[in-house]
């Protein structure tokens, strides 16, 4: 058996853990994964997320932060930033789920996250933005001015405390997906991507795909024609209920982890 462990990490030094005083020096975020036996990564569960959503909504309006968004709204398939405009606001969902991406030289699509209600985005250590961050559905988003956002978070213990909450979960997110790009197969992507959507959900049933296929295959970094053949396998093998294109059911979740876990036993 192979003792090798694969060690990645993130490091953070001059974005925002020092200009929020969260911590000192380097921060770094570092995991280890054995090369020889691979686990499906725990999700954030919607509790914990919701928490950290109520948290930061209601310490936003004790910071004033609240009166100082302006609302935008827009269509699906609007664009609200693109990767290197100035960066002068920081973005909060108040209805709807947008995606960010890089588009390669080449003209290809990498789809960085999805974000839903409450979520935090468009948050860049730089002036400039990252990524592209496109309406995947109508969308009302509330945009503060980021100087003032960071000045309020940095005179906030409680508003510190909760936004490192949200890095955190976002570096799960990070630890998840190079995971999964590294280690995992396309079936293991695919059902550990319908994993994420039914925890996200809070439900195994009536599970929404709000995004299309493309973007799932340019965030799971396959092509659509995988991403479709890996959901007609597990439809044809009643792994997955799917009634429309749109929504699909998980009969039994233990199954679809085991199979995200690579434990496919199922033919």
């Not at 479709?228 to 982890?257: G, H, Q, W, Y």
Request: hydrophobic share 40%; proline share 3%.
């Amino acid at each position: 058996m192979s003792k090798h462990l694969v060690k990645y990490s993130y490091e953070l030094t001059s974005g925002l853990p020092a200009r929020f005083n969260l911590t000192s020096g380097v921060f770094k975020f570092i995991f280890t994964v054995r090369e020889s036996k691979m686990s499906a990564l725990a999700p954030i569960t919607p509790l914990e997320d919701a928490a950290v959503v109520n948290a930061l909504a209601s310490d936003f309006s004790e910071a004033g932060l609240a009166l100082t968004a302006n609302i935008r709204r827009i269509k699906a398939g609007e664009t609200l930033y693109i990767e290197g405009d100035a960066a002068p606001y920081c973005y909060q969902l108040a209805s709807g789920v947008v995606k960010e991406y890089n588009t390669m030289e080449d003209g290809r699509r990498q789809v960085a996250d999805f974000y839903g209600v409450g979520e935090l985005f468009g948050i860049s250590e730089l002036s400039e933005q990252l990524h592209t961050a496109e309406a995947i559905t109508d969308c009302t988003i509330r945009c503060y001015p980021r100087e003032m956002f960071l000045h309020a978070i940095a005179s906030s213990p409680q508003l510190s405390h909760h936004f490192l909450d949200t890095l955190m979960i976002r570096l799960h997110r990070a630890r998840e997906r190079m995971v999964m790009l590294g280690r995992m197969s396309a079936m293991q992507r695919v059902t550990a991507f319908l994993l994420r959507l039914s925890s996200e959900q809070g439900v195994d049933h009536d599970i929404h795909f709000s995004m299309s296929r493309q973007d799932i295959a340019d965030h799971l970094g396959l092509t659509i024609e995988t991403v479709c053949r890996a959901l007609t396998d597990l439809k044809r093998r009643e792994v997955i209920i799917m009634p429309s294109a749109r929504i699909f059911s998980i009969p039994d979740r233990e199954v679809l982890n085991d199979i995200a876990c690579g434990h496919d036993n199922l033919h």
